[in-house]
T-cell receptor, first 115, second 113 residues
Framework: SAVISQKPSRDICQRGTSLTIQCQVD?????MFWYRQQPGQSLTLIAT?????????ESGFVIDKFPISRPNLTFSTLTVSNMSPEDSSIYLC????????????FGEGSRLTVL | AQSVTQPDIHITVSEGASLELRCNYS??????LFWYVQSPGQGLQLLLK??????LVQGIKGFEAEFKRSQSSFNLRKPSVHWSDAAEYFC???????????FGAGTTVTVRA
């Protein structure tokens, strides 16, 4: 299994600012993903965080808005840039452990509110 | 492209009654299927998963799900619900080669006394 710590767990942000969310895993993982859950909605994949290279973004998401870093096998960050109220969401980190059983593990999520 | 449909947006069930949540998927190959639960203000917790083998899978908290390839379904069931089962339930399918999850819209379960 994998234990995932996300920081911050929640934050209130001002329009136009940027916020970086951290995802720390207690063990090495092969794949790391970032999802967004808008209020009352399901989860949507933002991007795959690739170690040592640029993230792979899904349709509708761009690097300028959601820059992602993954410097090693246990850590990744997602930045939400130039925030607007529409960015108010829960952002979740998900991982596939090195000992791959096919299961994906999720962090508790980071709940952002943009005023 | 893979996709998941959860036809029921909201289900209300009495405590002690049985529960069934529907899930239909679209995927070209053999799917990896999951059910997750999200309690209010909480993260996602995996209830159960299906990769291959026995089509009836047992999960945590007394839940089970049955994979039916002919119907492209993976319905979740619980024989007797508890008030603590009130939550949002998500069905998801993943591609075995890239592990990108596609989630259904979710079903909200309300349990009445």
């Amino acid at each position: 299994s994998a234990v995932i710590s996300q920081k911050p767990s929640r934050d209130i942000c001002q329009r136009g600012t940027s916020l970086t969310i951290q995802c720390q895993v207690d063990s090495q993982v092969t794949m790391m993903f970032w999802y967004r859950q808008q209020p009352g909605q399901s989860l949507t994949l933002i991007a795959t965080a690739n170690q040592g290279s640029e993230a792979t973004y899904e349709s509708g998401f761009v690097i300028d808005k959601f820059p992602i870093s993954r410097p090693n096998l246990t850590f990744s960050t997602l930045t939400v840039s130039n925030m607007s109220p529409e960015d108010s969401s829960i952002y979740l980190c998900s991982v596939v452990p090195l000992q791959n059983t096919g299961e994906l593990f999720f962090g508790e999520g980071s709940r952002l509110t943009v005023l | 492209a893979q996709s998941v449909t959860q036809p029921d947006i909201h289900i209300t069930v009495s405590e002690g009654a049985s529960l069934e949540l529907r899930c239909n998927y679209s995927y070209g190959a053999t799917p990896y299927l999951f059910w997750y639960v999200q309690s209010p203000g909480q993260g996602l917790q995996l209830l159960l998963k299906y990769f291959s083998g026995d089509t009836l899978v047992q999960g945590i908290k007394g839940f089970e799900a049955e994979f039916k390839r002919s119907q492209s379904s993976f319905n979740l069931r619980k024989p007797s619900v508890h008030w603590s089962d009130a939550a949002e339930y998500f069905c998801a399918v993943v591609s075995s080669n890239d592990y990108k999850l596609s989630f259904g819209a979710g079903t909200t379960v309300t349990v009445r006394a």
